[in-house]
């Protein structure tokens, strides 16, 4: 500790090990060093000011004068991205429309009854903590020292006295922005230059109170869920941020749920840029039909999208904390819900009426355009074979899209399910959650213990349902993997080899014929048998036959291994690891062997969409019926 505030007597514990901690004990900036890199850290602590202040008008709770906060400074839009120096935002008024905002006055008058009391302050109200040591001018702290109790019993009223005789009080009731953005009255308020924002869309904000075991169980579901890879998010979201940050992190998706909202209807398909992140938080604006705001690295800098600061999917990415939306009737404070004016990057337009589940939609979709039989001259324009390989592509099949030799349009009898994705994923509780008592899911993962609660105990058989829909998968896979085969024979006739850049799965090496060339290829003149194909591992999924089918070429055993850059590894290929190619890069003769609007590569992508939907026919069973029959159809006419 380099330096710490007048008269603190804090020091640091466990210097030595990864989790150093230290308790402020008095107001001011704490300095902390660490001296390997050099690198310091301010702690800024402090104590709260609560919302309200002088000149209250008692009322129902709503009756907060903000302390000037909202008169002079706090008058800006409620856009997100929040520019440094630029006029803040009035996040009064739509917060003021949450129930954050009412969390004690909701209760104190004895709205439910006499079990509102001393201990349940610790949420319902700014600052409470049992196991503090230093008053920090919380509501427990000014409690104490105003000598009031909880009113006994509970009657109409208690509010507006308690808001009328103690406003001090009162003023530190309730779930406000300190809760969430730290004690107000430090350095750290008007951010220092250089500084990041004082923001934190951490499952943690939320979780200090909504992730308890017992009762307030979302934050520990969630923690469970895959929506907390923070390794994904920093991987993928990081990847190319302003497009795949939308979905893979919590920052991007603040923004591009707002540009959802706002953007005009059919501009999110993946053709030219209109539906990524944007420098200013709005949709895509042109001049002469040039972006004029596409996102810089200071402004995704700005958002979060940095390695230290990014979060995968957490509370703040489908919930708004300022309620910015709620005056436009969305429940739970959602981002998105019902309606999705702008259409999604899977290309599909305006979607209306999915209640909750518009919120996964945004997510869970193939985004990259439009693809059926109708659209078949787009479909070059990506590398490798077929369309609908991007992971998460429940959207489309809930309502039978971009898939090929079927109809442009397949809804599901499901999409009948009021909350659409919501209604089975959250509203209900999986049965792990169920035998804990729990009543709702926000780990997200269903199962089928979950279809009784709408077709009761014996209505349908959702284990025979999806082993059915799995078998019939894993024939159509082998029927491919067959044609494919039939195909490369049929290049090494025409041309005497076909050449592939093939990855040793197991040394990460590719075979090659001498050393030279980065990813060098290799010619094969001998066509893997249709057995020889086998499903990449650990996955029981093909992430995307557009990007990777493996095979076994035992005949190959000894042939000479590079590394990525072309030089001798110095090892040999041994026969029995797969070898890993992408459909898109086996070419004979300079030509691709799988032409990207092939049958086979229709048939790939048909596929991969129901191999990474994942839910083997439950979402739509009708449509996945007839993708696979009509699939198969055309394949086996090869
Ligand atoms: C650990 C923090 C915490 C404590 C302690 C706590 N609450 Fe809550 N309370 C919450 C949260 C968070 C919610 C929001 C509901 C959710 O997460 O599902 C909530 C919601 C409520 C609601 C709204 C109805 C509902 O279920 O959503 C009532 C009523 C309520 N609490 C009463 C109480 C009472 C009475 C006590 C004391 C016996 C108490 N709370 C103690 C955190 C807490
Ligand atoms: C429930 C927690 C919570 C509460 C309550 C809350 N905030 Fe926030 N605030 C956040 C989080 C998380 C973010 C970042 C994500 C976002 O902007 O939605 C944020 C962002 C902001 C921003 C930057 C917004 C931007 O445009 O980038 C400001 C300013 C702000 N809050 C002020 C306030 C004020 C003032 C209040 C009280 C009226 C308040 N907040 C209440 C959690 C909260
Ligand atoms: C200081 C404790 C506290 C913190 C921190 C907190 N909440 Fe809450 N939250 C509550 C309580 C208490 C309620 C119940 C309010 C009620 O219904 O009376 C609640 C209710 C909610 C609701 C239900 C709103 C509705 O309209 O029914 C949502 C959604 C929510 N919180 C999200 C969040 C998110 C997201 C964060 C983090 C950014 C957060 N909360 C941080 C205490 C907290
Ligand atoms: C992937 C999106 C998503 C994430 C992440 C998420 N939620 Fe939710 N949450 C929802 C949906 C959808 C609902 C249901 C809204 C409805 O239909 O009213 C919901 C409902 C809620 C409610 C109201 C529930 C009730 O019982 O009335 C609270 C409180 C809440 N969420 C808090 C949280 C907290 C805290 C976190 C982080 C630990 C979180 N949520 C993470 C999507 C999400
Ligand atoms: C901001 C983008 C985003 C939103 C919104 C979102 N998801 Fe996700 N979801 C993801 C990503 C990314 C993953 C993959 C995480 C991983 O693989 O670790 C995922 C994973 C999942 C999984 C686990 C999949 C698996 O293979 O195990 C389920 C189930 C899920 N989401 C359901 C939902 C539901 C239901 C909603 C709406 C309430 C929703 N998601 C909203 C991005 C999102
Ligand atoms: C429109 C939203 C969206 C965009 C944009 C997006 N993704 Fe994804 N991605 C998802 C969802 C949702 C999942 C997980 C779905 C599931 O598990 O069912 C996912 C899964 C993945 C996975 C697999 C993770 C695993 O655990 O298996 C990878 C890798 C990935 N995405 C990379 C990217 C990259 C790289 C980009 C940008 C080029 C990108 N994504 C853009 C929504 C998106
Ligand atoms: C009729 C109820 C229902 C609806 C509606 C629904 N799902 Fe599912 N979903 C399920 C079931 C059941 C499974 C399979 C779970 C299993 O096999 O254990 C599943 C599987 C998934 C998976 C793979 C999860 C895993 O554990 O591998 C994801 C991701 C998913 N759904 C997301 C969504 C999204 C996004 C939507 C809306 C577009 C949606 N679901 C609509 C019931 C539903
Ligand atoms: C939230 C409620 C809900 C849940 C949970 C649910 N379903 Fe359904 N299901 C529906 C509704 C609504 C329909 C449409 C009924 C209609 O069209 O008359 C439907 C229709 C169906 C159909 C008829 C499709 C067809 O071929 O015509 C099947 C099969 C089915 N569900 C299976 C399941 C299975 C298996 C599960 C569990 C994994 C499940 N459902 C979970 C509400 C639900």
């Not at 350095?187 to 869309?201: C, D, K, L, N």
């Not at 420098?279 to 705001?293: E, L, R």
């Not at 999915?354 to 939609?361: L, N, P, Q, R, T």
């Not at 990813?519 to 591992?537: D, H, I, K, L, M």
Request: charged share 10%.
């Amino acid at each position: 500790m380099t330096s710490v505030p007048t008269g603190s007597t804090a020091t640091l514990a466990n210097v030595t090990s990864q989790f150093p901690s230290f308790t402020p004990d008095k107001p001011g900036n704490y300095v902390v060093a660490e001296s390997v890199a050099g690198k310091t850290m301010t702690v800024y602590a402090g104590l709260y000011d609560g919302v309200s202040g002088g000149g209250l008008t008692a009322g129902s709770g709503h009756d907060y004068q903000y302390q000037g906060c909202n008169l002079s400074c706090h008058t800006g839009p409620t856009n997100v991205p929040y520019v440094l120096g630029s006029t803040p935002p009035n996040m009064f008024a739509p917060w003021s429309t949450t129930a954050h905002s009412v969390a004690f006055a909701s209760y104190i008058d004895g709205q439910i009854g006499q079990d509102f009391g001393a201990g349940c302050i610790q949420c319902h109200t700014l600052g409470s903590n049992a196991a503090k040591t230093v008053s920090t001018y919380g509501f427990d702290d000014v409690a104490k020292s105003d000598n009031w109790s909880f009113p006994s019993p509970l009657v109409p009223g208690d509010n507006v006295s308690l808001v009328t005789n103690l406003p001090d009080l009162a003023k530190l009731s309730n779930v406000q922005c300190e809760s969430c953005h730290g004690p107000n009255s430090t350095g750290a308020h008007e951010t220092p230059a250089g500084a990041v924002a004082r923001i934190s869309v951490s499952n943690e904000v939320c979780a200090s109170c909504h992730g308890d075991e017992g009762f307030h169980t979302k934050g520990t579901q969630w923690k469970d869920s895959p929506h907390a890879n923070s390794s994904l998010a920093i991987g993928e979201g990081l990847a190319s941020p302003a497009h795949c940050g939308r979905c893979h992190t919590a920052q991007g998706m603040v923004q591009y749920s707002q540009q959802l909202r706002n953007s005009a209807p059919g501009t999110q398909y993946s053709s030219g840029t209109p539906g990524y992140l944007t420098s200013d938080g709005n949709p895509a604006t042109f001049d002469a039909g040039v972006q004029t705001n596409v996102a810089t690295p200071a402004s995704l800098a700005n958002l979060g999208l940095t390695a230290s600061l990014v979060e995968p999917q957490t509370c703040e990415a489908c919930h708004d904390p300022h309620g910015v939306t709620n005056g436009q009737g969305y429940p739970s404070q959602l981002r998105l819900y019902d309606t999705l004016p702008a259409g999604l990057p899977n290309g599909q337009g305006e979607i209306t009426g999915v209640g909750s589940g518009a919120i996964c939609m945004s997510c869970h979709n193939t985004r990259n355009g439009e693809t059926d039989d109708t659209t078949a001259g787009t479909l070059s324009s990506t590398a490798g074979v077929g369309r609908a390989g991007h992971d998460g592509p429940q959207t489309d099949v809930l309502f039978g899209v971009n898939a090929y030799f079927v109809p442009v349009s397949n809804p599901s009898p499901h999409l009948a399910v009021q909350d659409t994705c919501a209604g089975c994923h959250e509203n209900i509780p999986n049965a792990s959650q169920a035998a804990l008592g729990q009543t709702s899911n926000h780990s997200f993962l269903a199962d089928l213990s979950i279809c009784s609660s709408c077709h009761g105990s014996s209505g349908v058989d959702g284990a025979a349902l999806q082993a059915d829909v799995k078998s019939q998968l894993m024939t159509l896979d082998n029927l491919i993997f067959t044609k494919m085969a039939k195909a490369m024979n049929a290049a090494i006739t025409a041309n005497g080899n076909f050449v592939v850049a093939a990855q040793d799965t197991v040394t990460g090496n590719y075979l090659c014929a001498a050393a030279g060339g980065a990813n060098p290829t290799f010619a094969f003149t001998t066509a893997p048998a249709g057995s020889a194909f086998t499903e990449p591992q650990p996955v029981q999924k093909w992430r995307s036959l557009g990007t990777g089918v493996w095979f076994v070429v035992p005949t190959l055993n000894g042939t000479t291994e590079c590394t990525s850059a072309g030089a001798l590894s110095g090892g040999t290929y041994n026969g029995v690891a797969p070898l890993s190619v992408s459909p898109g890069s086996i070419k004979s003769a300079g030509a691709v062997v799988f032409a990207a609007n092939s049958v086979l590569a229709r048939a790939m992508s048909n596929e991969s969409m129901l191999h990474n939907d994942e839910s083997w026919g439950i979402h739509n069973l009708p449509f996945t019926q007839t993708v696979i029959a009509n699939t198969t159809t055309q394949v086996n006419a090869l």
